[in-house]
């Protein structure tokens, strides 16, 4: 047999308001009687109440009662924990992951504003850019000084300029197959 309400608020030493918000919010639940089971209740109270929360006889007691939770959100906790952890998810454990997330966005907000981080996309923009530079200076080159190499060895400024022009398409196609992103 269960507890009324106000039954359960004498014995969890808090407001019969605070156990109906605790229903109402789906933190306890409640027997198809109407009556709440005083074991069933207090161990969800204690899996899904902020301890810093909870006054009187039961502000300091924990609990290792948890509730099963979506794989999503225990995988999304034990990333932010590193990998620390079960199959369970409390509410410290989720508080932890939290104040954990926090502290790593405050750690890259620290090294974005003392200049440590470049923005990805204008990184790649300026790579994209200087390379393309780089690649037209390179396809300019033949025409200006073939007539030169040419009238110096003798042969067809015609043919050399083709010469040469082969031979740097060939040397940037090179280098356009080298992969910068591996950390080599």
């Known amino acids: 047999m269960g ?39 207090d161990k969800l109270w204690a899996a899904q ?27 999304a906790v034990d990333e932010a924990l590193g990998g ?11 508080r932890m992951a939290n104040e954990v997330l926090k502290a790593q966005t405050a750690k890259v907000r620290l090294r974005k504003m003392k200049g440590e981080l470049v923005d990805r996309a204008r ?4 790579a994209f850019d200087l390379g393309r530079r780089e690649r037209d200076v390179w396809m300019n080159w033949p025409p200006r000084v073939a007539a030169d190499m040419a009238a110096k060895l003798g042969v067809d400024a015609h043919a050399m300029e083709h010469v040469l022009e082969r031979y740097i398409r060939q040397h940037l196609a090179e280098l356009a197959g080298v992969d910068l992103s591996s950390d080599q």
Do not use: C, N, W
């Open 3 to 41: 507890m009324s309400r106000r039954a359960y608020a004498r014995h969890r030493g808090v407001s019969d308001m605070a156990v109906r918000k605790a229903i109402t919010s789906g933190r306890i639940t409640v027997e198809p009687d109407g009556t709440l089971d005083p074991v069933k209740a």
């Open 49 to 75: 109440t902020d301890p810093s929360k909870q006054r009187g006889k039961h502000a300091r007691r924990s609990s290792g009662a948890t509730t099963p939770v979506p794989k999503s959100a225990i995988r």
């Open 84 to 94: 620390i952890g079960g199959a369970e998810i409390s509410f410290m454990r989720a």
């Open 123 to 126: 990184a790649i923009s300026a």
